[in-house]
């Protein structure tokens, strides 16, 4: 991806879409969830009424003629995501000279030069679907928990979900209980919804932090600056017993052993055993040497070495003791010869390899990437730097430069022969990510048969295909490009940046960076009513010209000021609510009651002030009318916490449930005001 600038497009005008590809038709479905007017361009316009509502022109979207025609005038963006790139970069220089205010989003491959053109060009974005895939691919064949590995400023983010399993520590625990430094809640979705649950509302920052956790919830968390997997691991049983771990060892290290390793391996073991056996005769028995002398005697057989060299009467020694003799002699020529034609073989191979040498395939717990083309390449790259063992099937030989580090097995993945070579029977995942939809199917239910137990991701580009499959593999995960793609196209094409992509619960999430200017949607509101009137999870604030921020559950009280960044994880149902102002209704109501004897009032205005908004005069006016109503409407999460920390501080204070129902899902809610009833002072905005 590259991107000079990411400012937000004005409201209301629309956006022109040029290729109606599979990405293109996506990207024109995902546009029309945000309520903007779209206009399409291509050479061939498609039949039937798939683009209802959507204005055609036919024609080059190179030529400014064309674009003209399709009234770019009025356009906020142009999103050019035809299957070449080189006609993409040309249409976006067209379409600077049609419009040059309007906003480019370009499909292309990732190319240095790029980042120089949008600095020239100015309010372009270049996306290459591959690249915005790859993350979701990899975290599709690793193990259950990893959903997301991405950077903000090089701030490590990883988000996991986990399941709550037998013995699970967190069994019985408030879900805020898990919240711990660097880690925070996103997610609860309750095994057996409670009466307060609607089934499929789960949305971010619209869980019940007063639930507690039980066996079969799922949690989803982000954690910041260290990987998960070690974090992950507080809320699991730490107890493993020596045995197990020693089990554990010893099966990891027989199946990542060749056959002739392990022949070599087990004749160590028998001459070993000899060797003790032989030393404890000749200490203990015949002829009753000392320790030491007896090793030597054992070591000088082993190699070679006679009896007849050292005692002089050898005809008189018992008749065991020359059996051992014997025995140690075989057993050493033996060992010799196969350590010999281990050495052979090994110099053999180096000296014949006239290509730089690549790594031996892994035998266990591996993820295998069948595919080693644009998708394949970057998604095996990925899983290097999580430092997972992973193994490429590719038919063509690759090039020396191409993840020199990566073992590849020539051959197809179509193949059953191929797929055991690849040893599929002891590999934790598989991704089909060739060029060829159907061979990506076809791949996956080879393996899956021949590996039920193996976690499967299948790359397509149709998103009917998509649909189909996932009846024939209900097990698999089966991701789309072009959805995926289309998603944050649509997102950057009303001006918002698009630093990652993920999915979660079957959903495309987005790691979006907003920049606030005055008169959007995001102005002078506090993070908490945008986290949770959005439904979206800020992670990274930054005032202007100030140090990036990495958010925590405390700052939900920053108010946004023009200038200012923010990073979010949203879904496209969120970005769709930031984009028309839709806030969902406020359904808490927050009762002061009384002071206790021991509260201080200065310190609870301050609270009120700082957690509310309020003037101080009008924070000192609430507390000299008790019990009074708090005026302003808050979200259940947010009200929740500023109860107990008004508790805490000696205010007796009651939340109220007031809403009729449960709470609608932002793609459905409006936007509406919070009431007022002030009696003596008026509320702050909402």
């Keep these: 991806m590259s991107i000079v600038e990411s400012t937000r497009a004005p409201t209301g005008e629309a956006v022109l879409v040029c290729g109606l590809g599979r990405i293109g038709i996506a990207c024109i ?33 190179r030529e400014p003629e064309t674009l003209r025609r399709a009234g770019i005038q009025a356009c906020r963006s142009i999103v050019l995501v035809s299957g070449n790139s080189a006609a993409n970069i040309e249409g976006a220089l067209a379409a600077r000279r049609a419009n040059p ?3 480019l989003v370009v499909r ?19 996306y290459e679907p591959n690249r915005l895939a790859a993350a979701a691919f990899a975290f599709a064949a690793l193990d259950g928990e990893m959903l997301a590995h991405f950077y903000v400023d090089d701030v ?7 399941w709550v399993e037998p013995g699970d520590r967190a069994i019985g625990l408030p879900v805020e209980a898990l919240h711990m430094p660097r ?11 409670g009466p307060g649950h609607a089934p499929g509302a789960a949305e971010f920052s619209g869980w019940r932090p007063e639930d507690t956790v039980k066996l079969g919830d799922r949690v989803l968390m982000l954690s910041t600056g260290t990987p998960f997997s070690t974090t992950s691991r507080l809320l699991k049983p730490s107890h493993v017993h020596p045995s197990q771990r020693f089990a554990q060892f010893k099966r990891r290290l027989l199946e990542r052993l060749e056959r002739p390793e392990k022949i070599a391996l087990a004749g160590l073991g028998a001459m070993i055993m000899l060797l003790l056996l032989a030393v404890a005769g000749f200490a203990w028995g015949a002829p009753r040497l000392p320790v030491h002398e007896a090793l030597r005697l054992a070591l000088m057989l082993l190699t070679g070495g006679h009896l007849a060299d050292v005692f002089v009467q050898f005809d008189t020694l018992p008749v065991g003791v020359r059996w051992a003799e014997i025995l140690l002699t075989i057993m050493g020529t033996l060992l010799t010869a196969v350590l010999y034609a281990l050495l052979t073989d090994r110099l053999l191979t180096t000296r014949f390899q006239l290509l730089t040498r690549r790594p031996r395939p892994p035998s266990y717990d591996h993820v295998i990437v069948a595919g080693l083309g644009a998708t394949g390449e970057r998604i095996a790259g990925l899983l290097q730097d999580l430092r997972r063992p992973v193994l490429g099937i590719e038919k063509d030989a690759l090039e020396t430069r191409v993840l020199p580090r990566l073992p590849v097995i020539h051959g197809s993945a179509t193949e059953e022969a191929t797929l055991r070579d690849a040893k599929l029977s002891t590999a934790h995942g598989l991704v089909a990510a060739t060029a060829n939809d159907l061979q990506n ?5 080879l393996a899956s048969a021949l590996n039920p137990n193996c976690r499967i991701a299948v790359r397509t580009f149709d998103p009917r295909l998509t649909e189909n499959v996932s009846l024939l593999l209900p097990r698999a995960k089966i991701l789309c490009v072009s959805t995926l793609a289309a998603t944050a196209y649509a997102a950057a094409a009303l001006g918002e940046h698009v630093i990652g992509l993920f999915q979660a619960l079957e959903t495309p999430v987005l790691v979006v960076e907003y920049h606030v200017t005055d008169g959007d949607t995001l102005v002078q509101r506090a993070l ?54 839709d806030l969902r209704p406020r359904e808490h109501e927050l009762w002061l009651e009384q002071l206790r004897p021991y509260a201080e009032p200065l310190q609870v205005v301050g609270m009120l002030t700082q957690r509310l908004g309020y003037t101080l005069e009008q924070a000192r006016d609430l507390l000299a009318n008790l019990p009074q109503r708090v005026p302003q409407r808050l979200y259940g999460l947010y009200g929740l916490r500023t109860q107990r920390a008004l508790r805490a501080n000696g205010v007796l204070a009651t939340l109220r449930h007031i809403g009729a129902g449960s709470v609608p899902s932002i793609s459905t809610a409006r936007r509406q005001p919070a009431r007022s009833d002030w009696t003596k002072l008026s509320a702050p905005e909402a």
Excluded: M
Aim: charged content about 20%; glycine content about 6%; hydrophobic content about 50%.
């Design 441 to 445: 199917v076809e791949i996956a239910v």
């Design 29 to 61: 479905k995902a546009l029309r969830g945000y309520c903007v007017p779209v206009r399409a361009i291509d050479l061939r316009l498609p039949a039937g009424n798939a683009l209802d509502a959507v204005a055609l022109t036919q024609g080059d979207f």
């Design 183 to 193: 880690r925070q809640v996103l997610l609860h979705i309750p095994a057996r919804p």
């Design 528 to 581: 908490w009513e945008i986290a949770e009137g959005y439904a979206v999870v800020p992670v990274v604030y930054q005032q202007l010209a100030a140090e990036v921020r990495v958010l925590t559950p405390e700052d939900a009280a920053l108010r946004l000021q023009h200038g200012d960044r923010l990073v979010v994880l949203a879904t496209a149902a969120s970005l769709e609510a930031i984009e028309r102002g």
């Design 101 to 103: 205010s309007i906003r």
């Design 156 to 162: 490590l983010f990883q988000v996991v979900e986990h």
């Design 108 to 126: 292309s491959e990732q190319q240095s030069w790029h980042s120089l053109l949008a600095r020239r060009l100015g309010n372009l974005v270049v």
